[in-house]
Every structure is written in structure tokens, then in C-alpha cells.
């Protein structure tokens, strides 16, 4: 079986969010269990460093609207798998991967290059697997130019939705950049939207957790794309995302004061708690919770329900409170007034430090995770692997990763809430950090729960090839 996962961002070659850690762990576990799987991705600015490392593969001229862009191919091995790169200066040599004013010409060029680089792959592809709007169109200019040639006949393709929320919506008039016959599986709401031409136009979709494809089939969570999603249920599936256990592992993780296991860990996550709070400044005892938030300041988050409680759980608790994360600006001057407010309490670090997550990972007691909405997450697998509790809204990929605390049956891994609701969060935070300091004996037995979870690339690999073998009998 021979898969080309289409990504607009793949670590460690560029990153953004999960998508990018997705690119890298699932054709590394398909590879691993013998089939083939490449990954096509720009040639972001950063990558020019490297360049002298590449292998130039080839190049093809791309018409867009009236002008022809050239699209240079270079290639590398990387952890067993082959990463190629579209390079076009004008496209993509920039200081961000989104958010530019043409990106459905830049995206569109993307999915035009996904395509032509087929016959210089000399690899026949079974499977195309794309990944959000950024490689939205690759479907549909399949289906409408492409099968023609025998070499592309028999090719099918999978759409994994990681976002909903973010569709890739221009214009109207943006379909001229394709030279061909308008079509209305690309029209939404009269725009140009390329994940509901995915969605249209793909053999089989998924998203990143059973729960979430159940979610976006309603108004809350569908953005307007409920009613396509729906018309496609006989061909919509949803899986978990996993880790790499190889980095997210507290046996071997160099980036950690003291390595620990979960039949030994008690005393190593105090060693790691002292020396991070060492290096923060923070109060230095050991015996009250530390509680963690590592993500992206957005509304989607939560962070709305942590500025309307954190205060109060501050002022009503002896917890110590640790913030990486950035976005938007409202939401970082929250957390450095947070910090200047509370500083033997607070510690507030804007931008991403991975060195600092992983030593919070290992040293945190609870990780929050209030989120409006989660397709998957990553960062609660991540938690759980080091021995720390998270926290979440029961929605999405949280309410299918985390069994609350059971204080009778002494069951679950976690703490939840279900309602988007701040005196919730509140409530189930204060109770989370008094059980931590009144009751270490139900603690301990939660943090082996957690660290004995699977959530490994080769349950994400297994799942994934079942459906791809779907996806090429139907």
C-alpha cells in the first residue's frame, strides 16, 4: 500500500499545531508496519538553511488563473520517511505559514503541486491522505482533471478534519484561479470554501476523535459545514490521534530532572517539581498542587473560563499556577498581569519553550484543558504519559481520552465538567487541588491509572491502516 499524506505543516519542519505532529508520527508508524507512506509539504523560509541538504527531484510548471508558477521538488529522509517539499519562492518563503492575503492562490498552487509530483514520485499511489483546507481542492482537481491519465485513475483519497473551524473561505471569484468551469461543490454560503470541496469531492472523511464526528454533525460544532457532513455519514469516521511514546516517554526523557515510571514515581515528580519551581522562582514547596496550562491562548481553549476564575482559585487555594502558550494579545497581557500579580504563585511564559513543557509535564500535578471545543488534543495524552491529571471540558478528544475521578470506586484518570460554564471549571479545579493535598492515597492510584493509558502511535497506525484497506476495497 503506497499512502502520500498531504500536509501543510510537519514536524520538525515547520509546526503550527497537531496537524504537524500528525504528518511526522503516522507515516513513521505506517512505515513501521510495512507499507509505504511519503510526505508532501511546503518549502517554508526556515527550511533555506537546509536546502544544501535537499535532494532536488524535479520541477513543474503550474498554471494559476493566467500565470505560470514553477514548482521545485526536493526530498529527505527523516526518522524512516521520506519528506518532500514544494518549493516556490514567491508562495511560501515567508515569515508565516497562514494568513497572507492570497492564500487561496498559494494553498491551490499546493494541491496543484500535491498532484504533479505523482509521475515524478515514480511510486504508484493507492491512497492520497489530506489534511484540512489547505489541501482541500486536491479532490476535486483530481476528479476534474487528473483521472484521465491512467496513472491517476484508480488513486482514492481521504480527508482528516483536524479543525473544523478553520475552512480555507475566499471570495467567490477566487475559483477563476483554477481555469476551469465554475462548479458548486467548491460554493458554500456563496464563497469559495476548499474544506467543503473536500468534503464533497473525498472518497471517505475523519476526524481526530469518535466524539468530535459526532459533534460536528450538530449547528454548536459544525460551522455552518454540519448539513455537507452529514450528506456524507456512510463515509465519515473518526480516530484518535496518538503519541510518539519514543519522545513522550518519563523513562528516558533527557529534558527532565528526574526519570520515573509508573510503578516509581512519587518521589521523582517532587525532585521534578523542586527544581522547576527552583528555576521559575516560585514558592518552593512540594506539598500543594502545581497546576499547568501548555496551549494556545485562543477562545477555543477556554481561556475566556480561566480569566473568570483563576483569581478565585488563586485566592482560595495554596496551588502554584505555570502558563506557556500565546495568541491573542488580550488573552497573553491576562497571563503576564496574572504573573506580575502573584509572583511566588505564577509563572507565565508567552511563546513555546518545548525544553519547559516537558519539564512541566513531568512536574505539574493537574493539566487544564477548559476547552469550548476539542477535535482531539494532544497535550492531555501528553499530560497523563508524565503522571499528570487533566483537567478538561467534557467535549471532543477530552471526553473520549479522560475517565473522571470516581471517589467510590477509586476509577478514572482525571477531572471533568460538562457545561462551558466558569463556576464549573472553578468548583472542579478547587476540588482536583483539595484531593491533591487531602488525600494523596486516591491520588496516586488516579496518576497510575493515567500513566498506564495507551494512547501510542501504534493503536493510531492500526486504526488507520484498517481504513485505508476500507477506503481501497469500497
Known sequence: MNILFCASEAYPFSKSGGLADMASALPKIINQKGEKAIVITPFYDALYDKKSSFKWIGSKDILIQDVVYEANFYETFYDG???????????????????????????????????????????????????????????????????????????????????????????????????????????????????KAAIMRANHINTVSPTYREEVQYEYYGFTLDGALKSRLNQFSGILNGIDYEIYNPETDSLIEQTFNYKHFSSAKKKNKLALLKKLNLDMSTDTALVAYIGRLAKQKGIDLMMATLEEAIAESTAKFV???????????????????????????????????????????????????????????????????????????????????????????????????AHELKQVLLDAILLYANNQDDWKILVRNAMRQDHSLEQMGKEYLELYERILKS
Open 81 to 195: 520517511v521520506t519528506y518532500v517539499f514544494v518549493e516556490n519562492e514567491t508562495f511560501f518563503k515567508r515569515a508565516n505559514y497562514y494568513g497572507y492575503y492570497d492564500d487561496d492562490k498559494r494553498f491551490l498552487f499546493f494541491s496543484y503541486a500535491i498532484l504533479e509530483y505523482i509521475p515524478i514520485s515514480k511510486v504508484k499511489f493507492d491512497l492520497l491522505h489530506i489534511n484540512d483546507w489547505q489541501t482541500g481542492l486536491v479532490p476535486f482537481l483530481l476528479d476534474d482533471i487528473y483521472r484521465v491519465n491512467p496513472l491517476y485513475k484508480d488513486i482514492k483519497t481521504l480527508l482528516t478534519i483536524h479543525n473544523l473551524e478553520y475552512q480555507g473561505s475566499f471570495p467567490k471569484d477566487a475559483h477563476k484561479l483554477i481555469n476551469r468551469p465554475f462548479n458548486y461543490a467548491y460554493i458554500h454560503f456563496d464563497r469559495m470554501n476548499y474544506l
Open 323 to 421: 502558563f506557556i502558550g500565546s495568541g491573542d494579545p488580550l488573552y497573553e497581557d491576562f497571563f503576564r498581569k496574572l504573573q506580575e500579580k502573584y509572583r511566588t504563585r505564577v509563572y507565565s511564559f508567552i511563546g513555546f519553550n518545548n525544553t519547559l513543557a516537558h519539564q512541566l509535564y513531568a512536574s505539574a500535578d493537574i493539566l487544564m484543558m477548559p476547552s469550548q471545543f476539542e477535535p482531539c488534543g494532544l497535550g492531555q495524552l501528553m499530560a497523563m504519559r508524565y503522571g499528570c491529571l487533566p483537567l478538561v471540558r467534557e467535549t471532543g478528544g477530552l471526553k473520549d481520552t479522560v475517565i473522571p475521578y470516581n471517589k467510590y470506586t477509586k476509577d478514572g484518570h482525571g477531572f471533568s465538567f460538562s457545561n462551558y460554564n
